[in-house]
């Protein structure tokens, strides 16, 4: 099954994805929880980027044959108790976590509600809570990619700035200082808010990793930004004019299959 | 039958964005005597028949495992209330 541009050149998105040409075989394990929203959109950003998805429900017991993992964003379970708190216990997120956490260190990619499953898993440092100002929050957001070594920002440059979507109520980053003062001194601080920080994030944190760099978590939707036409550069999504393009979430995913095949970096 | 009260609150040096909202709304109401407020949770767990020191146990694992993130929350009392 392939999808191509809706509207658009459809060669700009296979350009943006050139390094990842061939990678078919790459399966990428897209979750779903009752209630994610944006499965459908994670699983269209991997064949997108040149990727095969591979849906997985939260109440399977094996992990099956995937290659890496991308916990999309939405809800789960209601987010009742603590967002992400009652997925972390799913049959499937044991066999995540401990494929993360195993030698072959599976690369998994937590978006929104899949971050902060990420953070109740323990699988990365903090939490998340409420937005400081309340208010659920949806907007164009300028993203600074502070480490480009990991599976999933391997085909960004080191200081690149982005512009993809970002939507939550529940974003506010937080750990204690000698957490953060950890993730900033051993570069797992892996995006950064720039201009505006939309939800009183500690120093403006937008997504980390683990220290070995395969998993990564972050607020905003690199899945919303990967097709012309559809993207935070558009125009379209009520923010224009921000200097972003279209495509800026699809580089998460060339990344991660281009590392798969032992590609560019 | 008995209940286990598990009482959570947010850790003390994490901002209770909830109930700064709260605290802005008393006064609205005439309410001028709060100069701050923390929002937690309760939780009652029943239990069949009588509390063990087991089952209490269990309680307090599950109060520090799944009723709350240590990271952003304590766990502030743990009790049995009878009927």
């Not at chain 1, 939490?127 to 070594?149: A, G, P, T, Y």
């Not at chain 2, 307090?60 to 240590?70: F, G, V």
């Amino acid at each position: 099954m392939t999808d191509l541009p809706l509207i658009g050149e459809a060669a700009a998105v296979a350009a943006h994805a050139s390094g990842a040409r061939g990678l078919a075989g790459a399966r990428i394990g897209v979750v779903t929880f009752p209630g994610t929203l944006d499965d459908r959109d994670a699983a269209r950003a991997v064949r997108l980027a040149g990727g095969t998805p591979v849906p997985l429900w939260h109440a399977d017991t094996q992990l099956g044959d995937v290659d890496a993992v991308v916990i999309p964003g939405g809800f789960s379970y209601g987010d009742y108790l603590r967002a992400g708190a009652i997925a972390r216990f799913a049959p499937l997120m044991s066999k995540i976590i401990d494929a993360a956490n195993s030698d072959a260190k599976l690369p998994v990619l937590g978006i929104c509600n899949g971050f902060q499953i990420l953070t109740e898993s323990h699988l990365l440092p903090g939490s998340m809570i409420k937005n400081d100002h309340l208010k659920f929050i949806c907007r164009d957001q300028v993203l600074r990619v502070e480490n480009n070594s990991t599976d999933w920002t391997g085909d960004y440059d080191a200081g690149q700035e982005i512009t993809i979507p970002l939507k939550n109520q529940d974003g506010q980053y937080i750990a204690d200082e000698k957490t953060l003062d950890a993730l900033e001194a051993e570069g797992r601080v892996v995006f950064r808010y720039v201009g505006f920080n939309p939800n009183g994030s500690r120093r403006d944190i937008a997504g980390i990793s683990n220290s070995a760099g395969n998993v990564v978590g972050l607020m905003p939707h690199p899945e919303h930004a990967v097709e012309v036409g559809f993207g935070p550069g558009s125009g379209l999504s009520g923010s224009a004019g921000n200097g972003g393009t279209d495509t800026d979430g699809l580089g998460f995913f060339t990344s991660v299959l281009n590392k798969l095949v032992g590609g560019a970096k | 039958m008995p209940r286990i009260v598990v009482d959570v609150m947010p850790k003390p040096e994490i901002l209770d964005p909830q109930g700064k909202a709260i605290v802005g709304a008393l006064p609205r109401l005439g309410f001028n005597g709060f100069s701050a407020v923390r929002q937690g949770k309760r939780f009652e767990l029943t239990v069949d028949g009588e509390v063990t020191d087991a089952i209490l146990a269990q309680a307090r694992e599950a109060a520090e495992t799944l009723l709350s993130n240590p990271v952003i929350e304590d766990v502030v009392n743990v009790e049995v209330v009878e009927a």
